[in-house]
């Protein structure tokens, strides 16, 4: 099953990395401790959860960040949403937020979505953009991009940093 992708443009491509440019992108969002994911929470909004009752198609990718001792996971609305015309969610512990637009630099790998193979390749990234000399601006990023019945070998998954980065 195919689903919208968060749309960006490569502006540098390596055999480690490339970077990407994303223009700002609306999400929503819940924070969690432990092994509640919050992801039944952000399923329930586009499933129709919310306060107008709108059924909102799954995009790509699913992310999770670190934030203030807890983690954040995120679903990505689709592009006709803005922060004013998406629908106000029903629980109060799912947010609306607006990603800046900017530049992160992403490593893909495919396997489970494991902290283990995630921070293998955050830590494969990190060391490649510091050869780079290229700065990360805050915590490493998983995305995923597949449901839990793709075979391990097809999945797609990625760690991202948002980085300082310019053409030059």
């Known amino acids: 099953m195919a689903y919208d992708e968060a749309p960006y443009q490569i502006m540098q491509e390596n055999d480690n990395f490339e970077i990407r440019f994303y223009d700002e992108r609306i999400v929503i969002q819940t924070s969690f401790q432990g092994s509640n994911s919050g992801f039944q929470k952000l399923f329930k ?4 959860n919310n306060q107008s009752s709108t059924k909102i198609e799954m995009t790509t990718p699913v992310t999770m960040l670190p934030d203030q001792g807890q983690m954040v996971m995120q ?12 629908p106000l969610p029903a629980d109060d512990s799912v947010e609306i ?3 800046e637009e900017g530049y992160f630099a992403v490593i893909q790998y495919s396997g489970f979505a494991s902290d283990k193979n995630f921070l293998k390749h955050v830590a494969i990234l990190k060391n490649s953009l510091d050869q780079a000399q290229i700065e990360t ?4 990023i998983k995305a995923t991009y597949n449901g839990p019945f793709t075979l391990p070998n097809l999945r797609r998954n990625e760690a ?6 310019s053409k030059n």
């Open 45 to 48: 909004y586009i499933s129709g």
């Open 75 to 86: 679903f990505f609305l689709p592009e006709r949403f803005d922060l004013s015309s998406a």
């Open 97 to 99: 937020a607006s990603i």
């Open 137 to 140: 601006k805050g915590p490493a």
């Open 160 to 165: 991202m940093f948002l980085v300082n980065w």
